[in-house]
């Protein structure tokens, strides 16, 4: 009786799993050209400064911080974006004005910024990157790094329309 | 229990406590930080250094101690533990305000805030049933119960928090003060309620 009971609900739920899958699968490839979104991270907006300066480098350099802008409704990369970029450094604290800094994407939707070494802060090596842009939703980001030797990090956002 | 015993006794916990701030205070993380964040970061070591003590108070387990002092150095370590709590969290959040509030709202996105946290609110529980516990007539066997129960929060709170976290802490140092601290409250938990 009870195993009866089982199988009946096991046939419900797997037949209304793969109906699910079934037609989500079928609306999917429509707008197989979009790209998911990247959403803000916990704790990505902590300290950060409206309106930081554009700035060819961040104090002395020797770590670079890369990455794309690309619009979430085509992929198409973003020319001219602004991403400000900050963290716990060699040279200062996430909180200090000179940790902060800005920069532009090229034509093909890349930024790169030259920054002092990140260093670990509140138990985790991580920088933080806010991409801050009229017309696009902000978003804000906060990677790690994998290790604190690490030289490099890359970050990508995908923006929505607003 | 012979002088020599006694003094190995006393050196071995007193390295225990003592090796992993010194080790701390030759991390190269020191030199990129504020003295305000420096501070709130050896608060949190000497927190995690002082549970050591406790249960080995608790318990009486030191040479050359009566228990009645051993009691009243166990109270005078919790009132010292409360106080390095608040010097972390203090420090920190003056260091960096919306890391401290993200942590304290359980929304941090740092997996080792939640132990930390709950680690806190368990010392702050400890402190004050402790202090309620003459007046409320809690009952010995009620007050052992509570208290154990609380102690086993705040050290797998702390031991976690403070094995996830890539700060000042040597490595070496910190895993011997980590498994310490679990050893010494495990033995004592186990005394209190497990006797044979």
């Known amino acids: 009786m009870r195993s009866n009971i089982i199988t009946r609900r096991a046939i419900l739920t797997a037949g209304s799993a793969a109906l699910t899958v079934g037609v989500s699968g079928l609306i999917v490839p429509a707008k197989a050209q979009g790209l998911a979104p990247t959403p803000t991270m916990r704790g990505g907006s902590n300290n950060y400064r409206p309106n930081a300066p554009i700035v060819e480098r961040i104090g002395g350099g020797g770590f670079t911080m890369t990455g794309t802008v690309r619009r979430a409704s085509d992929g198409m990369p973003l020319a001219g974006q602004r991403i400000q970029i900050w963290a716990h450094t060699t040279e200062g604290h996430e909180r200090d004005e000179r940790s902060h800094g800005a920069t532009l994407t090229d034509e093909n939707g890349v930024f790169t910024m030259d920054m002092p070494q990140i260093v670990p802060a509140f138990g985790q090596a991580h920088g933080h990157l806010a991409s801050e842009n009229e017309g696009f939703e902000t978003v804000f980001l906060r990677p790690l790094l994998d290790s604190p030797d690490q030289k490099s990090l890359t970050a990508d956002f995908v923006l929505v329309t607003v | ?196």
Request: proline share 5%.
């Open chain 2, 1 to 196: 229990m012979g002088a020599t015993r006694t003094g190995l006794i006393w050196g071995a916990l007193a390295t225990a406590l003592c090796a992993p701030l010194l080790a701390a205070g030759f991390s190269p993380l020191l030199q990129y930080r504020q003295p305000i964040y420096i501070i709130a970061g050896f608060a949190g070591i000497a927190g995690l250094a002082l549970l050591l003590l406790q249960p080995i108070l608790a318990g009486n387990y030191l040479p050359d101690i009566s228990a009645k002092r051993a009691r009243k150095i166990h109270k005078i370590i919790g009132i010292a533990l409360v106080l390095m709590v608040l010097a972390h969290v203090i420090g920190l959040w003056i260091t960096s305000p919306p890391d401290v509030i993200d942590a304290l709202l359980f929304r941090s996105p740092t997996p080792f805030s939640i132990w930390g946290v709950t680690a806190m609110w368990a010392v702050f529980a400890t402190a004050i049933l402790a202090a309620l516990r003459r007046k409320l007539r809690i009952r010995l066997h009620s007050w052992r119960y509570a208290h154990m129960m609380l102690a086993v929060i705040i050290v797998i709170g702390t031991v976690v928090h403070a094995l996830m976290i890539d700060g000042t802490m040597e490595f070496y140092t910190k895993i011997a003060l980590c498994a310490l601290v679990v050893v010494a409250t495990a033995i004592r938990a186990k005394q209190l309620f497990f006797k044979s």
